[in-house]
């Protein structure tokens, strides 16, 4: 088993939809956790970033962690075509000693379509 | 165009040989990243630079592997007697200190037949 798992999908959504996005981890002192996104023959851009537990907001995009289920969300509301992309989370656990260096999930695959 | 930027952008080998993948990180940062990705999966460490030395070098899958980064800027990463496995995208990052956001160029697209 990994220790972080993320459903390749596609997920196909149309225009306008809410969307959700998770990873669950098995390593308990992860604490740092991060979403990228990468287009298509791009390197992978940070969306957002939160600490512990709890929820944190920007714009269209809501980042949600359950330390207790060792699960974290991504949602995107209002998605645009523009979104198509994939969505990776990552985490550390440098805030407990650990390493800077973050595990990445393998990635969902978003398309939103008109 | 202040971004890291990865040369080639394409590189296709013959098995055995020997290549070159370099890294220009956003002047300034001093933490360098190279990360490899094969196709589906995410980033996977292979090693991390602090100036000029190695800090972490853990996730190198043998000793065909080799890097530097010998004014503290730019990077090589050298893979000797590629295999068919090597083939994947490789990325690199830097941040501006350790710890700090990594920003990633658009990766290196080797291919070994």
């Known amino acids: 088993q990994k220790e972080v798992e993320q459903d390749p999908g596609p997920l196909s959504v149309p225009e306008g939809a809410i969307v959700s996005l998770n990873c669950t981890y098995s390593?308990?002192?992860?604490?740092?956790f991060m979403w990228y996104r990468q287009y298509s023959r791009k390197g992978p851009e940070l969306l957002m970033y939160?600490?512990?537990?709890g929820n944190k907001e920007d714009g269209r995009f809501t980042a949600q962690v359950d330390k207790s289920s060792k699960y974290i969300s991504l949602f995107i509301r209002d998605s645009q075509p523009s979104d198509s992309a994939t969505y990776l989370c990552a985490m550390t656990d440098v805030q407990s000693g650990g390493s800077y260096i973050p595990t990445f999930g393998r990635g969902t695959s978003l398309i939103v379509h008109p | 165009g202040a971004g890291v930027s990865q040369t080639p952008s394409n590189k296709v080998t013959e098995k055995g040989k020997y290549v070159e993948l370099r890294c220009d990180p956003i002047?300034?940062?001093?933490?360098l990243y190279w990360y490899r990705q094969s196709l589906g999966q995410g980033p996977e460490f292979l090693i991390y630079f602090q100036g000029t030395g190695a800090a972490d070098d853990s996730g190198l899958p043998n000793d065909r592997f080799f890097a530097v980064r010998p004014e503290g800027s730019v990077s090589t990463l050298k893979i000797q007697r590629t295999e068919r496995g090597d083939s994947a995208v490789y990325l690199c990052?830097?941040?501006?200190?350790?710890?700090?956001?990594?920003?990633f160029g658009p990766g290196t697209r080797l291919t070994v037949l």
């Open positions: 390593n308990s002192a992860f604490q740092y």
């Open positions: 939160t600490y512990s537990s």
């Open positions: 990052a830097s941040s501006v200190r350790d710890g700090g956001e990594q920003f």
């Open positions: 002047s300034g940062h001093t933490a």
